[in-house]
């Protein structure tokens, strides 16, 4: 199988670069596809994986992390979304970064609704969520929600009303395609504007 080429959308990663510079106090998650398409349905980590968590480890190095500054929890997905740590479990970037090293790869379908739904209402207004710090998720997929379960269910409309209602609940939501296989479209109607 040809090695899938890595494309980060320029615009999305430079947005999100804008706000965790411009914030220094913000409650983030990151939401992050371990789908097999990731990987070209291959059962062990590969590059684009790795890749990820490099670039999330050089997103959390940008920013201030702290009991005073900015917290980071952490949702995969695969077939359901996997609360990883929540908002109290690291309040270092050494940790968080050593932590980020050891996300493991999920090799299974994109249930990207649920894993939105999820830090909806396990992440924000749970554990470590702080009152009156912004709320921004950072979903990092390649844009293609399963509709396996249901063949009469679209997974792009799901994880479309699942992304609205994270907005609607005041929680920031960045996109950031991964892989050549992103829907542009998608990960545009899921983010917060601008986008
Ligand atoms: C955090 O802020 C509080 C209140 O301003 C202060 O008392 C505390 O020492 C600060 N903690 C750290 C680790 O900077
Ligand atoms: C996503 O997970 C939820 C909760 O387990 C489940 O009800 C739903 O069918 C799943 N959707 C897909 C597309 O797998
Ligand atoms: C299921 O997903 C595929 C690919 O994303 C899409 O083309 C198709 O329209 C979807 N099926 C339904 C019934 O929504």
């Given at each position: 199988m040809a090695s899938k080429q890595m494309l980060f959308l320029l615009v999305a990663s430079a947005a999100m670069v804008a706000v965790v510079r411009s914030q220094c106090k913000v409650d983030f998650v990151f939401i992050v596809d371990g789908s097999g398409s990731i990987c070209g349905n291959q059962p062990n980590e590969c590059d684009n994986w790795r890749s990820i968590k490099q670039f999330l480890r050089s997103v959390v190095s940008k920013m201030s992390v702290g009991p005073n500054g900015s917290k980071v929890a952490m949702v995969t997905f695969g077939s359901i979304g996997n609360l990883i740590w929540d908002l109290d479990t690291y309040s270092d970037s050494n940790s968080l970064q050593n932590a980020i090293d050891q996300v493991k790869y999920l090799n299974e379908k994109t249930n990207t609704s649920h894993a939105l739904d999820l830090v909806r209402t396990r992440v924000f207004g749970g554990k470590g969520d702080r009152a009156g710090v912004p709320n921004v998720a950072i979903l990092i997929t390649d844009g293609l929600p399963s509709?396996?379960?249901?063949?009469?269910?679209?997974g792009r409309g799901l994880a479309r009303s699942a992304a609205q209602r994270l907005k609607d609940s005041g929680v920031d939501l960045i996109t950031v395609g991964v892989t050549s296989q992103i829907d542009a479209q998608l990960l545009k109607d899921l983010s917060s504007p601008p986008q």
């Open positions: 509709n396996k379960t249901n063949p009469f269910v679209d």
